[in-house]
């Protein structure tokens, strides 16, 4: 049996040989089962890349996509997924935030039938800024998703080949990848690990690339924004009928209409003037993502591959040419 690990590196150049030696005993630990890691470079800008190329040279398990530019850790991890051919695969971060450890126990759940299993965190050591940030989008994902997204799992875990192959199926831009994992079904198990903080380096998703996976995750998993809008839009309507039958009672009835109300006017005209534009807001953040998908443009791009070139990546490459429109006209193999 093979198993593909999949990790996506951007500048992770002080986690990279731990990463190696950690990933290494686990794959020397796996009796039977054939290990092949696959480093995908998201354009890395320090010498993360050089390490790696020897890192191939030493072990020939390891081998690395190079991306032509950064593009993300989603797209990442796709460019990572089109090119795994193991009868499972492991997608895992590179900051050592995801223990390397846990793979073993991951083979057991599928072993035992799970076609994805997912490792939970059951404690995890951010804090800050991030930490609150990554609690408020859990609970808020939680209530305003459409479909049901276990919200304590990140990338990390395991895939069985058929669902990689379905995974690989998915052309859309703008992705939130724990919610694809759930979408695609099949069997589901789980696995709990504590999630370490990374091991060494700054974090390498800055906070506004944060909010954006976190946008991603909401509109591209609910409507509810979009009907939240309709059901503002009831309410401020119903209260301004409610208010103009009022007025015209009382003056039906002869009561006295004060004339002063300037100030309540003001405040009025100013709050659904906001409510105007934060509505015009969402249906925009809808209208770009629909933008993104008309436009077709890849995913990815790569620039060279390096190391452990075997029969079944010609088999990877016919199967991302024939999933989306891939870039693999672009590839040139480097080895
Ligand atoms: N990463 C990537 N491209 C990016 C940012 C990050 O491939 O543009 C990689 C990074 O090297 C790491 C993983 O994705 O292996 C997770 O990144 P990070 O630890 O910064 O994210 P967080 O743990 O905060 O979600
Ligand atoms: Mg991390």
Redesign the pocket.
Known sequence: MKLDIV??????RENLPELYHRVRIVCDRLGKTTCRVIY?D?GSRDDSMRIMQEQCKEDSRFSVIELSR?F??QA?ISAGLAHATGDAVVLM???L?DPPEVIPDLLRSWREGDQIVRAERRSRREKGL?RLGFDVFHKVFKWISDFPIPSQS?IFGLLDQRAVMELNRFTEKNRFFPGLRSWVGFRQGVVTYDRED?AAGE???SLR??VKYALDAVFSFSYKPLKLMTVAGVIISTAGFALACVFVLRRLLGVEIAQTGFTTLVTLILFLGGVQLIAIGLLGEYLARIYDEVKQRPLYIINSRYGASDSSEKNAKTRTDAVSRDVSSHVSESQ
């Open positions: 990790i996506p590196i951007y500048n992770e995908v998201d950064n993300g850790h990442a971060d590179g900051d935030q991030r990140g990374r974090p390498k998703q690339r944060l």
